[in-house]
């Protein structure tokens, strides 16, 4: 009996060690900084939200509208996250903490500013009467309901694109060995979403005959969202564009066609953003319906 208690009390103090120990783990300098732009994402896109609750009357710096702020922050979360693993792999600091808050970040940029940036674009459109309840499932208009539903569908479905893009990834590949995604990634819906936003406060901008263009647009940019809802959860193939286009050498038309690209945005930057997005967004169809029977495994 004595030695039992004695065989539990050096069990207990073995414990006690290793939950010590435990407590005592620190995170490697070097893994803060990628860290640091993960977190610049999810700061990125708390910024867009508020913005974008401003809503297109509300001017600040440059004269930008509110939904022009917010996409530019969305812009820049994407940035901040299509660095960050690479700031991981330079410093030797790829950790699960890492992919964890990198999906959490994504989340807030990627699936909830867009669609706040357009229940926001949508109810600057659907009545001046402040008595109603314009979007929402208690909406007086049914459009207004109609929308708020598109809404949410779109951040369920990048919330689950994210889920499944963290069990499905292979530790075991290269950084720069994977080519190819299981439907639209996060960043390329909320890119397509942001750039046809942001193209239509340029438009708005014009005033005059613009303003009925801009109304007829403004109310497209749903349906846009729906199918980039769709396009994330589905199992289309898309090309990972920074590993396959920027993270190895390239041919002499690539770089002729991006010096173009570049060229046109330095004068039509919202039509160029918004048209390669939606481009991008047309590649994964068009390749699905070219290579039929061709697996995204054979992709990469």
Not at 202 to 221: E, M, N, P, T
Request: one cysteine or more; hydrophobic letters at 50%; glycine letters at 10%.
């Amino acid at each position: 009996m004595v030695e039992c208690v004695v065989l539990m009390d050096q069990m207990d103090n073995q414990n006690d060690g290793t939950n010590r120990a435990r407590r005592r783990r620190v995170i490697p300098p070097q893994t803060v900084w990628p860290l640091l732009f993960t977190l610049g994402n999810l700061v990125s896109g708390f910024a867009a939200i508020h913005y974008a609750y401003k809503g297109p009357e509300w001017h600040g710096p440059w004269g930008w509208s509110g939904l022009t702020m917010a996409g530019a922050l969305i812009f820049l979360g994407m940035f901040l996250d299509s660095i960050d693993g690479a700031v991981a792999r330079l410093t030797n600091s790829v950790t699960e903490l890492g992919a964890a808050l990198d999906s959490l970040s994504d989340l807030v940029t990627c699936g909830v500013a867009p669609a706040v940036m357009v229940l926001t674009l949508v109810s600057s459109y659907l009545g001046d009467d402040g008595t109603l309840t314009l979007l929402g499932p208690d909406a007086d208009l049914p459009w207004g309901k109609v929308v708020w539903g598109i809404a949410a569908v779109y951040v369920c479905c990048t919330a689950l694109r994210l889920a499944r893009f963290t069990v499905e990834i292979q530790p075991e590949k290269g950084p720069n060995e994977h080519l190819a995604f299981h439907g639209m990634p996060s960043p390329g819906a909320a890119g397509l979403i942001a750039s046809l936003v942001l193209l239509h406060q340029h438009v708005l901008s014009g005033g005059g005959d613009a303003l009925w263009i801009g109304k007829a647009y403004a109310f497209g940019i749903p349906a846009v969202m729906f199918l980039g809802s769709i396009a994330m959860v589905s199992n289309i193939p898309y090309g990972h564009f920074v590993n396959r286009y920027l993270g190895r050498p390239q041919s002499f038309r690539f770089i002729t066609s991006l010096v173009i690209i570049l060229f046109l945005c330095m004068w039509w930057f919202q039509a160029t953003v918004a048209l390669a997005f939606v481009a991008y967004a047309m590649t994964g169809p068009i390749y699905a319906f070219k290579n039929r029977g061709t697996t995204l495994a054979d992709e990469q």
